[in-house]
């Protein structure tokens, strides 16, 4: 009740807020990353719509760079933990973020994984995000690099449809090549959509399963932990 | 649907600023959405009531002011308008324009009681 007149209109007043919307999940990208820098842990953040191959793409990887690097892997998925238990096998650590009603990864999350895996220093860091080309791009989760993984059963178009993803990320690899002769997809101008979204991505070909193009996004991950 | 989580967050934040600014209850949150942002309005208030519920934004009115985007032309040294991040200048045709305006998400200010 109004303490004036003893009415019932209760008074209202404006106050200046002045903050972005992902401030909060900014603030806990920023403690990972301060996190990860310190220990000189490279960070990987791992996009792609479903089934564009990346838990096999991550497989092969862990594989490949051996047990010379240490390697912890972070999985999101809506539910489910099939994709941490095919990481696991390869005998690596890694934890499952079940997103449940949740579409994307966030700081938070990512930061309560980290706590429960304690990578080790001068490690690597994989996440494999929640299969979306949406809502991962708005959110940062404190990773070095966001590698954008799109196979070649589907659309030539998708850089376009989906322009922040392609936008946000450092790299886009175009996986599943060995199935180029059965599918119709045109690499040059799917690769010229990539670039018009944005002009600095790179851009790397391979076949997970196949193995063809493996030794240059290896080399890339070398380059660019250092 | 990051719209739903984006609105649990605003919520998170907005419940923080009610202990500085001494408000439980908000009547109207005006807010600001870059057409680059990737966010869709009609769906911010779709989840935004949901998501409001049993907090001290219940009820509240969510406005909306969405903010066009605007990006710099280095060849025509000029401020174009733009509706898509990969828009060429349309002068021009050139590419890539520099986003200026328009890829932001921002509570401006809440009506308390």
Same mark, same amino acid.
């Given at each position: 009740m109004c303490s004036v007149c003893g009415c019932h209109n209760e008074q209202s007043r404006l106050i200046s807020i002045e903050q972005?919307?992902? /401030?909060? &999940? &900014?603030?806990? =990208? *920023?403690?990972?990353?301060?996190y990860l820098n310190e220990r000189n842990i490279f960070c $990987? &953040?791992?996009? /792609? /719509? !479903? #089934? /564009? #191959?990346? *838990?096999? $793409?991550?497989? +092969? *990887?862990?594989?490949a760079l051996g047990h010379e690097t240490p390697i912890t892997v972070i999985e999101g998925d809506q539910q489910t933990s099939f994709d941490a238990e095919r990481i696991r096998k390869t005998g690596v650590k890694a934890v499952q973020i079940n997103t449940g009603k949740g579409c994307h990864l966030d700081g938070q999350m990512v930061?309560? =994984?980290?706590? +429960?895996l304690k990578p080790e220093s001068h490690s690597i860091l994989f996440i494999e995000n929640v299969g979306n080309l949406i809502c991962?791009? =708005?959110?940062? $989760? #404190? +990773? =070095?690099k966001k590698v954008v993984i799109l196979s070649v059963t589907e659309g *030539?178009?998708? !850089?376009l449809k989906y322009p922040d993803m392609f936008h946000a990320a450092d790299l886009m690899i175009l996986n599943k090549t060995d199935l180029l002769p059965y599918v119709d997809f045109d690499i040059e101008l799917c690769f010229q959509y990539a670039?018009?979204? &944005?002009p600095d991505i790179q851009i790397l070909t391979l076949s997970a399963t196949r193995g063809d193009g493996m030794k240059s996004w290896l080399n890339w991950i070398e380059q660019h932990r250092e | 649907m990051h719209e739903l989580s984006l609105c649990e967050d605003m919520i998170d934040l907005l419940r923080e600023r009610a202990k500085v600014d001494h408000y439980s209850q908000i009547k109207s949150i005006q807010i600001e959405i870059g057409? %680059?942002?990737?966010?869709?309005?009609?769906? %911010?208030i779709f989840a935004f009531s949901a998501a409001a519920k049993g907090s001290l934004a219940e009820n509240a009115t969510l406005k909306i002011n969405e903010i066009p985007g605007q990006g710099w032309c280095d060849q025509c040294a000029s401020e174009v308008t733009i509706e898509q991040r990969f828009d060429t200048c349309p002068h021009c045709d050139y590419y890539p324009l520099e986003i200026r305006q328009g890829d932001k998400m921002r509570i401006k200010y809440v009506e308390v009681i």
């Open positions: 972005d919307i992902l /401030s909060k &999940n &900014n603030r806990y =990208a *920023t403690i990972n990353r301060d $990987l &953040n791992l996009v /792609s /719509s !479903p #089934g /564009s #191959g990346k *838990t096999t $793409l991550l497989c +092969e *990887t862990i594989k930061g309560r =994984a980290i706590d +429960e991962p791009a =708005a959110f940062d $989760l #404190g +990773e =070095a *030539t178009d998708k !850089p670039l018009q979204v &944005n | 057409k %680059l942002s990737c966010v869709e309005s009609y769906a %911010l």
